[in-house]
């Protein structure tokens, strides 16, 4: 990914969590002349305002894109890239349990299940 100026936030709104399938949408926004892909991504006109971007093969949502700006689903970057969010968009339908999720009792994958799991989802680079 290229040096500079990178907006990182977080998108409540309805179309962004239907397109998702979840309660808000991660973006990284790029200019979309900075973002180069390895085989072309499937698209699909969301709205008459954008388009979205997702993997032919597994599904995996992989960005929002509207003029000559890209903004990709920050789940679908490198595990150690680093995402923080600096705002939240759309907070008109931001769902109402969101606000709790920090003071949720935390816990890891056991292990015994991660280890008999064969993913069929592309390798992490």
């Known amino acids: ?4 100026p990178k907006k990182a936030t977080l998108c409540h709104c309805r ?3 239907r397109a998702s399938g979840n309660a808000f ?7 979309s002349a900075d973002v180069v892909w390895h085989g072309a991504p499937a698209t699909w006109a969301s ?16 960005f929002y894109r509207s003029g000559d700006t890209t903004e990709i689903m920050a789940g679908s970057l490198a595990p150690d890239f680093t995402f923080t ?3 939240n968009h759309g907070i008109e339908a931001r ?3 969101v606000n709790h999720i920090a003071t949720l009792p935390d816990r890891e994958t056991r292990p015994e299940l991660v280890a008999s ?9």
């Not at 990914?1 to 500079?4: E, K, L, N």
């Not at 949408?25 to 200019?31: D, F, V």
């Not at 799991?117 to 680079?125: F, I, K």
């Open 15 to 17: 179309m962004c969590q």
């Open 47 to 62: 709205s008459s305002l954008a388009e979205r971007g997702f993997c032919a093969t597994c599904g995996t949502p992989l």
């Open 1 to 4: 990914m290229p040096a500079g």
């Open 25 to 31: 949408a991660p973006l990284l926004e790029l200019p």
């Open 85 to 87: 969010p600096t705002a």
């Open 95 to 97: 769902t109402p349990w």
């Open 117 to 125: 799991v064969t993913s069929h989802q592309s390798e992490e680079s």
